[in-house]
């Protein structure tokens, strides 16, 4: 009794007398330049994307990024397009007390009112220092520095933000101060206005807050030593707002500003659990079947891989693996598994260290049904514009839309879209455009047409039914009529039905403008971030600028909400519409004869315009190929082989491009230089398939790399079509089964929205406000998380991680599921 006494309070004189702290900080900065401990990592604006909650102080929580975007912001519940800083060269950091200083300003002047996303800042500049220092144990310290007092008139409404990752704490408790309550699941009342911004009221104030508290992994304290915390819910004016921690900079104040300490609970023995990333549909028999195992860095154990074969009286052993290290990617160590000599058709599992993964198929027919087909039953279908779309009891939306459109003003739109002074056509700013209300597909997750998102699906389309003979029909596509009704065949091919209705669109644009538009979208942000029925964008009647306020007639109303159509003048882009127009003639020709003929003429015109001012070799070697092909003209076909240089020196641009038309192509040196070129660009790509577990190439910028691996895959389909000789299936393949649930991160789910045992099901697509999905859609995926985190969030706001496409995701993972099956076939 007497020794258990005596050692806590040796402990506290040695604190009293010296002065000194009881413990060392746990928190380390290692070599990637993040603080970091068993369980406990903090970054320190190490990523670059403040809109997508991706940037600023972080924490990362037994492996689970819980709160992030640490930093000074001018409203207490900031949107997509709230002002945000600029970082002011890279963090330093202080050796001999551990501090890394971020030192940032406002206004970003690359975002103010220019470029891509523009934002609209206020008249106010100041510089500032974010530094963040390691305490006892796992706690650390979070400082604000002022370069100077703010302005009195914007005292009282800076403050230092801290946001919570919200799926993770709905229905978990927080405690401030005195006060206790629940995260809620939705936004709630009571509101106030803060200064000009109409927020939910904070859930709590006071000096220090405790989330989580009965979760040990989760649990996180914050505590203010410069002033008063605010618990807001984000949600309240932003739909995709995250929990914000706020406290406003002390007035007058530049050192300490805002001062935190904040406290995560760590679990010192945590470890990473091993995760077994396999496909979620399965494999045919004689493909390649390499199972990824990621683990903790510090766990290099490898365990066997037990195979299960389902069986009607349950799970049945079959085999055991002996895993390879493969060694250190990302933040993780990795070990891989082949099971190429898995043949026998059946259901199979994984087990590994007592857990299980999903169940997967070996079959001949794996991807014959319920894989490549919800993309046309149900994701192209849902995102058709100028259209009513049904399901059974089910209405995907009303008919959309038939207001389009007028012709843009001139400036920089909100999302990107730039109209110069000169239209490029006929038509004045705010004059009626004819021909857009029919055809095209909404993009993304909202509601515009791009010229490139349009091209790209009728392409895609156009090449599936080219390439692998596509003919399936389960809608029923009635254009006279407006409506398409999903799960009722009509007789007819539902890609050829897509083709026509993306090139009422583009031609419709082409016809009227004479040339193609760059895009169709709202005026306003107010109609932009619409989450609900898109029939409520627009009033469907065309402005009549010359009727009273509040009027209407029954073709007309008094109401500016009509899209806008932009032009420009872009060589490239149009040779990339021209290349899309020749093979959608093609396969035209037949089933729609006059269409097709139109959109060939469209092809020799716009090509003719462009070629000789466009820089894009890709561009030009497409254009040409397609045309080349269309055409048999050999003028095309002799430019391309004028074009030898070019096309030697980017054969990776070139290259898939070219394919389509090497078979015209009889000139010999072309052709050898050609070859060795592809030779030594697939050499390069099998070794870069090296760096990384999974076989191919995984650098993602702000996006998931979903979208730009599927691309890769189509390309090394066309590489393969046209030179196998140096171009193996495997990393075609592996592009297919990365989308497919192979990929970084404990989240193993199909990126394909419907498709495998585990699928996406929350989505950034038009339903994202209702947590839903749309089958067939293909979210961008995997994001990494600067430095070295993989992350895929179940949250429908992050567009980086979840947002469908047009024009590549869904199509090209659709290609990429039909060249498997055919590939398999023909063998």
């Not at 914000?244 to 470890?271: H, L």
């Not at 095309?636 to 020196?649: D, F, N, S, T």
Request: negative net charge; hydrophobic residues 40%; contains cysteine.
């Amino acid at each position: 009794m007497k020794h258990r006494i005596l050692a806590p309070l040796a402990a506290c004189l040695f604190v009293l007398a010296g002065g000194l702290h009881a413990a060392e900080p746990r928190l380390k900065l290692n070599e990637q330049g993040y603080f970091e401990a068993p369980g406990l990592d903090v970054t320190v604006f190490a990523d670059i994307y403040p809109d997508g909650h991706q940037t600023g102080v972080t924490v990362i929580q037994h492996g689970e990024r819980v709160a992030a975007n640490g930093d000074l912001r001018l409203e207490p519940s900031p949107g997509q397009w709230s002002p945000v800083p600029a970082g002011v060269g890279k963090p330093s950091v202080d050796a001999a007390t551990g501090t890394v200083t971020q030192a940032l300003r406002y206004p970003d002047e690359s975002k103010d009112r220019k470029g891509f996303n523009p934002i609209e800042y206020p008249d106010l500049a100041f510089g500032y220092r974010v530094a963040v220092t390691p305490l006892d144990g796992y706690a650390f310290k979070v400082a604000v520095h002022l370069d100077r007092p703010l302005p009195p008139e914007w005292e009282g409404r800076v403050g230092f933000n801290f946001e919570l990752f919200p799926t993770d704490l709905f229905g978990k408790s927080w405690l401030m101060d005195g006060a206790a309550g629940i995260f809620p699941r939705q936004a709630n009342g009571p509101f106030k206005d803060d200064h000009g911004q109409l927020i939910a009221a904070p859930l709590a104030a006071g000096r220090s807050l405790v989330v989580a508290p009965e979760n040990p992994l989760q649990r996180l304290r914050i505590e203010s030593h410069s002033g008063r915390l605010e618990l807001l819910d984000g949600r309240g004016n932003m739909s995709n707002g995250w929990y914000v921690v706020r406290e406003i900079t002390r007035p007058g104040a530049t050192e300490d500003a805002v001062s935190w300490v904040i406290t995560p609970n760590v679990d010192p023995d945590w470890r990473y659990a091993p995760v077994v990333q396999v496909s979620q549909v399965g494999y045919r028999p004689g493909q390649a079947k390499t199972v990824v195992i990621e683990q903790d860095r510090r766990d290099t154990r490898a365990d066997p891989l037990v195979l299960y074969r389902l069986t009607a009286d349950g799970p049945r052993e079959v085999a055991r693996y002996a895993p390879r290290p493969w060694g250190r990617f990302l933040r993780y160590h990795y070990l891989t598994a082949n099971l190429d000599a898995l043949s026998e058709p059946g259901m199979y599992e994984l087990s590994y260290r007592g857990r299980r993964t999903h169940a997967f198929r070996i079959a001949e027919d794996v991807y014959d049904r319920g894989v490549w087909q919800p993309t046309l039953e149900y994701f192209l279908p849902a995102q058709m514009c100028h259209m009513k779309v049904v399901e059974n009891y089910r209405t995907w939306h009303g008919l959309d839309h038939q207001d389009d459109a007028r012709m843009a003003r001139p400036g920089v739109h909100f999302d990107g879209y730039d109209q110069g002074a000169d239209t490029l056509t006929r038509f004045r700013p705010g004059d009626r455009v004819p021909g857009l209300t029919s055809g095209g597909w909404h993009d993304a997750g909202d509601y515009d047409l791009r010229i490139e998102s349009q091209m790209g699906t009728i392409w895609l389309l156009a090449k599936m039914v080219e390439e692998f003979g596509l003919d399936y029909d389960a809608t029923t596509i009635d254009q006279a009529g407006k409506q398409a009704q999903l799960l009722r065949p009509d007789g007819d091919n539902d890609a050829i039905q897509q083709i026509e209705h993306g090139l009422l669109s583009v031609l419709g644009g082409y016809k009227a403008l004479g040339r193609t538009y760059r895009g169709i979208i709202e005026p306003t942000l107010a109609q932009y971030t619409l989450l609900g029925d898109v029939t409520t964008q627009t009033d469907g009647l065309d402005y009549d600028p010359t009727l009273k306020p509040g009027t209407r007639t029954a073709t007309a109303s008094s109401i500016a909400d009509d899209r806008w159509v932009f032009t420009e003048d872009n060589p490239d882009r149009e040779l990339r519409t021209a290349g899309g127009l020749a093979a959608a003639a093609r396969v035209l020709r037949t089933a729609r004869p006059a269409m097709a003929a139109e959109a060939l003429a469209a092809a020799v015109d716009l090509h003719a315009r462009a070629i000789d001012r466009a820089s894009d070799v890709g561009a030009k070697v497409f254009a040409l190929s397609e045309l080349a092909r269309s055409t048999d003209d050999a003028a095309y076909v002799a430019r391309l082989v004028a074009m030898k240089q070019e096309i030697v020196a980017h054969i990776d641009k070139a290259g898939p491009a070219l394919a389509v038309a090497l078979p015209l192509i009889k000139d010999a040196q072309f052709l050898r230089e050609v070859d060795a070129a592809v030779a030594a660009h697939q050499a390069k790509l099998a070794e870069d398939a090296t760096r990384t577990p999974y076989g191919v190439p995984y650098v993602p910028y702000i996006w998931g790399a979903g979208w730009d691996i599927q691309k890769f895959g189509v390309d090394q389909y066309f590489f393969r079509k046209a030179w196998p000789q140096h171009t193996p299936d495997t990393l075609q393949m592996e592009a297919l089964n990365f989308v497919l649930g192979v990929h970084p991160g404990n989240n193993t789910e199909s990126f394909a929205s419907g498709v495998g045992a585990q699928s996406a099901t929350v989505a950034y697509g038009t339903n994202r406000v209702d947590w839903g999905y749309i089958p067939g859609g293909v979210i961008s995926g995997t994001a990494l998380i600067r430095p070295d985190l993989p992350e895929l969030k179940v949250w429908p706001y992050f567009w980086q991680q979840r947002e469908y496409v047009i024009g590549g995701g869904a199509e090209n993972f659709m290609f990429l599921a039909l060249a498997a099956a055919q590939r398999e076939r023909n063998r």
